[in-house]
């Protein structure tokens, strides 16, 4: 069955300084992997995905993530936090079967101080 | 221009009551999905609805059904409503089939209900 784990319930970083919200998984087959972030009392917004190809990848507001395949992660960073950042971030894969649906981490709340 | 859309945004009722929240996508997707956030903000399945196939997840209640009149709307209903079915639920839609795509889910806004 597939599954991530999202093994901090709270990161807290100072404005300006990089960030590390870390995710990893387990999968049969290929990962197909996922970040989204949710603001308080807001929908979830999708940041960037893992389909294949590059390890790095690329996402929205400046973040980005990187593929690790023997270490089986998936960690979301940003070079430097901003106080906006802060929010609920959520890490998920893909699931197998028929359904295709998003099967999600249990979340990290993000907490940048000026 | 909303892409994912759902009403209402709150909902507060009753234990014992029906109540229909609706969903509605813009964006031509192919497959819908119906996501519930507890309130230890923990997200799981609840539908999936593509080509007219609907996949439930089998922890779902059968008080829960969900109505596609056509592609781009899903909507949720549930009957008899209980205290602990109080908690956030997301529509999201995804373009391709179900099984295959590996295409980003965009969610709408969450709808909060309350069962008092």
């Known amino acids: 069955a597939q599954s991530v784990a999202q093994p901090e319930d709270q990161v807290n970083v100072a404005e300006g300084n990089p960030l590390t919200v870390k995710c990893t998984y387990s999968?049969?087959?290929?990962?197909?992997l996922f970040w989204y972030v949710q603001y308080p009392n807001r929908g979830l917004q999708f940041l960037l995905k893992?389909?294949?190809?590059?390890?790095l990848v690329k996402g929205s507001y400046g973040f980005e993530a990187e593929f690790n395949k023997s270490q089986t992660s998936f960690h979301l960073k940003k070079p430097s936090a901003l106080v906006s950042d802060s929010a609920l971030y959520f890490c998920?894969?893909?699931?197998?079967?028929?359904?295709?649906?998003?099967?999600f981490g249990k979340g990290t709340k993000l907490s940048v101080k000026p | 221009d909303t892409a994912v859309s759902q009403t209402p945004k709150y909902l507060v009722t009753q234990m014992g009551n029906d109540k229909s929240i609706k969903c509605e996508q813009n964006?031509?997707?192919?497959?819908m999905y119906w996501y519930k956030q507890d309130s230890k903000k923990f997200l799981k399945i609840m539908f999936s609805y593509n080509n007219k196939e609907l996949i439930i997840n089998e922890t779902v209640p059968n008080r829960f059904s969900p109505k596609s009149p056509d592609k781009a709307h899903l909507n949720l209903h549930i009957n008899s409503l209980e205290l602990g079915d109080s908690a956030v639920y997301f529509c999201a839609s995804r373009h391709g089939l179900a099984g295959l795509s590996t295409d980003t889910q965009y969610f709408g806004p969450g709808t909060r209900l309350t069962v008092l």
């Open positions: 999968v049969s087959g290929n990962p197909y």
């Open positions: 964006l031509g997707h192919d497959t």
């Open positions: 998920a894969v893909r699931g197998g079967g028929s359904q295709g649906n998003l099967i």
């Open positions: 893992y389909i294949t190809g590059d390890n």
